[in-house]
Each structure stands twice: as C-alpha cells, then as structure tokens.
C-alpha cells in the first residue's frame, strides 16, 4: 500500500504524486461509486500499485476542507488575484473573497495585477498601496504580482496546496505562465464591454512550484457565500476578534443591539467602516439564502 496526492483528474483517472515524487496514474476502486465518494484534486489518498506501473485508489483519506468551484480539497493558501484596473478594483468582492476563505481555515495571500497601468496616475496608484498597508494590518501578506517577494514566499510553503482566485481576466493564469512557463495555459483579453475577462482555465491541476503545489482555477466575478450563521461571518472580520467580546449582548449580531463595541470600533478609521458596510450586505445575504439541504 503507498500513499500521495490527487494532482490531476482526467476522464476518471487520478494522477497520484507520491512523497518520493514519482506520479502514478490510478483508479479508483468501484466500491466508491457504491459509497457515492469521488476523489478530488488535492486528496491524499492511499493506492495498490501494480505490475504494469499504474495502480488503484483504495481509501480517501480526511480532507480539512473542499472547494466546489473549482473542486478541489485540502487547500492550505490562496493567491487572490485583484487587479488595479481592468477590471477595477473592487473591495467588496475583496472581502467576499476573504469571508469565503476565512470560513475554510484557507490563509488569503492578497495579490495586486495590472498596477504597471497605473504609471501616469499616481494618484490612484498611491490609493491601491495605501489599501494594500490596511489589510498589511490586519495581519494579511500582500503583493504586487511582479514582486520578487511572491515568488520566494511561495515557493518556501512546503508541500502546500495554493489555489489562484480572483475575478475573470486578472491575469491568473499569466501569473503562472510566468512562474510555470512550460504550461502555455490560455489567455484571453478583457472585453471592453462587460469589463471582464473570458474563463481561460478549465481544468483543475496541482503544478509543483519550489517546495509548494500551485493550482490555477477558473475565475468568477461573483459566488454563492458558504452556508454559515451570522456570527460565524462576524468571525471571519479578523479585526473583530478581540474587539466583539467586548460587546454587552452575546451573541451580538453587530448590527441593531446597543452597546456594540463593533460599532463603536469601526467609526474609528474610514477602512474599518467600510468593511462593516460590506458585513452589513454579506448578513443580509447569509439571512436571505436557504439552507444547502433546500437548494434545488
């Protein structure tokens, strides 16, 4: 019995890297269509090689957490692409983003694209940079995706799996052109009228970068939030952590009770305040959607 990591699905076959880096192409046994279980990029799994050198899944062993767009599991960090402009940047979404990860124990690596754009205005570019130190304060790691500090930072995660998330047309997908240059992935350009890029990636794959496993997924402007209460999205507000305890009525939605210390916080900074507006939309939208069991 040897043991890897699903790095590649095709046609029902897995590709299963092993700790000594070798990559085994399997199958899985047919008692899991029985079971209903599918395996997933990202899983570490446990195989029967044979003779012939390919081999048979026989157990999925527990994953920490899934992604269902793309489908993928066990992912350690996230690079989340946000470009400067074209499309512009948007903090809400910025946000979204980070909640969704947050809510997966998933680290978000904030990723800033197209800032080169910006050389003739300085005004806007000095505005990025100052949003960028913000969420530096909130303990996240930001770039600009030409920073030689990226490439370091992650290549030195090891053996973790990075997924590349982020609107379509940020530059995903060049990003790990430039990093994996034998993958050639597709590019497309932004159409000018929906101020979006074209999906260029379709597949899901894990490419060994330095001591770390990249993943380039599809990108989508907009997502379904993850199926958590209200305060579990006040938990994902990382800023809050020692200020909500603090709060008179707990739980304390944040919103209507009196004597929030939330509320009195985020009138603190203009940032802070903005990211409350953004928890006050994403409560509304977790209050309004049904539960996963309800969905058609």
Known sequence: MAKGKIISAISGFYDVMTDQGDVIRTKPRGLFR?????????????????????GTITDLLPRKNELVRPPIVNVDAALLVMSAVLPVLNTFLLDR?????????IKPIIVISKHDLLAAKQDQLATI???MTDYQTLGYETFFVDD???????????????????QSGVGKST????????????T?????????GKHTTRTVNLYRYGKAFIADTPGFSDFQLPDISVEELADCFVEWHTI???????????????????????????????RYEHYLKMKIEIENQKPSYERK
């Open 244 to 274: 909500s305890p603090m709060c008179k009525f707990k739980p304390c939605s944040h919103s209507h009770e009196p004597k929030c210390a939330v509320k009195e916080f985020v009138k603190t900074r203009q940032f802070y305040t903005g």
């Open 175 to 186: 990003l790990v052109n430039r990093w994996l240059p034998h993958l050639k992935l597709e």
């Open 34 to 54: 029985n079971q209903k279980k599918k395996p997933f990029v990202g899983d570490l799994v446990l195989f029967e090689p044979s003779d012939s050198g390919d």
């Open 148 to 166: 030689p500090k990226l490439f370091h930072y992650i290549g030195g995660l090891s053996n973790q799996i990075v997924v590349i998330m982020g």
């Open 129 to 131: 940079k100052s949003l």
């Open 188 to 196: 497309q350009p932004i159409s000018d009228s929906l101020n979006r």
């Open 97 to 105: 983003y980070l909640v969704y990860l947050e809510s997966l124990d």
